[in-house]
């Protein structure tokens, strides 16, 4: 690989696929991968339903992983359509920004992950970063979560320290809830500490009740849920499992609460108890901070429900979506993989005994370096 400027600034752009599988984030940023950064351009690919459904298939299989590096049948199938998905949507952002690729110092690529089983040692983004980086003739920057698995961490979240590099100039502490398909939370200290986990549901069960019983992908706007009613004996029997009353750092599967049954309750209702069940999980996650933090910020697809956002001011004060801070909710993710990159680049920390539980601040991650040109 070239040599890259240092220790300026670079040009960064991160690609975030979540597990609600609703599309690929792309976002642009300058950053040092430390105290600087200047956000550009983000878009949005969404995926449509035959890409979801691969993906879903490669999920599926992947409840049979036991080795990281097993890309047998559609796990391998989907890992060559997902880099291909990527490297497809930075080229159309690119053209979008009239951004030339050459202007890109480096990728950071976040890849799909369809198991997470940090107590076993396990997990698995599928993506191939130096495939992506051959097709675009980018550096990228890739496996990020591996190496804190790899030393007993949690190896989720990882955007916690890109939160504290935006909460520079908030009012702390101050906390960052993420909603994707899980949800997580990071705190940030007087003194820039950080504490983070995840606290339990985010949209992938919502979104799978809705699947399974109307066909759409989500419940657009958390129309269903504000129809429903909250049945508490079900939110009593998620709200018992012994993953709340743990202290972070701790992480979830997109599935782990997955077995708990809804049985008998009306599309209306099933989604409401689901909206009950993780707002009241991300307003539970207070007693495991240093702190209670003065305002919650939220990003994430989980701050389109309406029926989500409701929820989480009736259990917790000063809750506003990213942008009344001038963040993006939508791209925040994408962004942070951006700055992760370039912190791996440099071999900065990912992440800390707070966050992920690892032992001392550990970095990260594979840099696919682009191919000499053939000559």
Not at 40 to 66: F, M, N
Not at 219 to 243: H, M, N, P, S
Request: aromatic share 6%; hydrophobic share 40%; net charge negative.
């Amino acid at each position: 690989m070239s040599k890259l400027p240092e220790p300026g600034p670079l040009v960064a752009i991160g690609l975030m696929s979540g597990t609600s599988l609703d599309g690929i984030d792309v976002a642009l940023l300058r950053t040092d991968g430390d105290t600087l950064v200047e956000r550009g351009a983000s878009r949005t690919y969404p995926y449509d339903e035959g890409q979801r459904e691969v993906l879903r298939q490669a999920l599926t299989a992947a409840i049979a992983v036991r080795e990281r590096d097993d890309r047998s049948g559609i796990l391998g199938q989907a890992e060559a359509a997902l880099t291909h998905w990527h490297g497809e949507a930075v080229k159309s952002f690119c053209r979008a920004i009239d951004v030339s690729p050459s202007g890109i110092d480096l990728i950071g690529f976040h890849g799909q992950t369809v198991i997470h089983r940090p107590e076993r040692g396990l997990t698995v983004q599928l993506g191939d970063g130096q495939a992506l980086a051959d097709s675009l003739g980018i550096p990228v920057a890739f496996d990020l979560r591996a190496a804190d698995v790899a030393a007993g961490g949690q190896g989720a979240p990882l955007v916690p320290v890109y939160h504290r590099a935006l909460a520079a100039n908030f009012p702390k502490p101050v906390a960052f809830v993420n909603i994707g398909g899980v949800a997580n939370v990071t705190w940030v200290g007087r003194n820039g500490e950080l504490s983070a986990f995840d606290t339990g549901p985010g949209n992938a069960l919502i979104d799978d009740w809705m699947r399974k019983h109307t066909g759409q992908t989500r419940d657009d706007g958390g129309k269903a849920a504000r129809r429903g009613r909250v049945d508490e004996a079900t939110v009593a029997q998620f709200l018992g499992d012994g993953f709340f009353e743990r202290p972070g750092p701790k992480s979830l599967d997109r599935n782990s609460f997955a077995g708990i049954s809804l049985e008998g309750l009306t599309v209306d209702d099933g989604a409401a108890t689901l909206v009950a069940v993780t707002a009241r999980s991300i307003a539970a996650s207070v007693v495991h901070m240093p702190e209670p933090p003065g305002s919650w910020i939220v990003c994430g697809g989980g701050r389109h429900n309406a029926a989500i956002m409701e929820a989480l001011t009736v259990w917790l004060p000063n809750v506003m979506p990213a942008e009344a801070c001038g963040l993006n909710g939508d791209s925040m993710e994408a962004e942070a993989w951006a700055y992760l990159a370039v912190r791996s680049l440099r071999g900065l920390p990912l992440t800390y005994p707070g966050t992920t539980g690892v032992e001392v601040p550990l970095t990260g991650g594979v840099i696919a370096p682009r191919q000499a040109p053939h000559t």
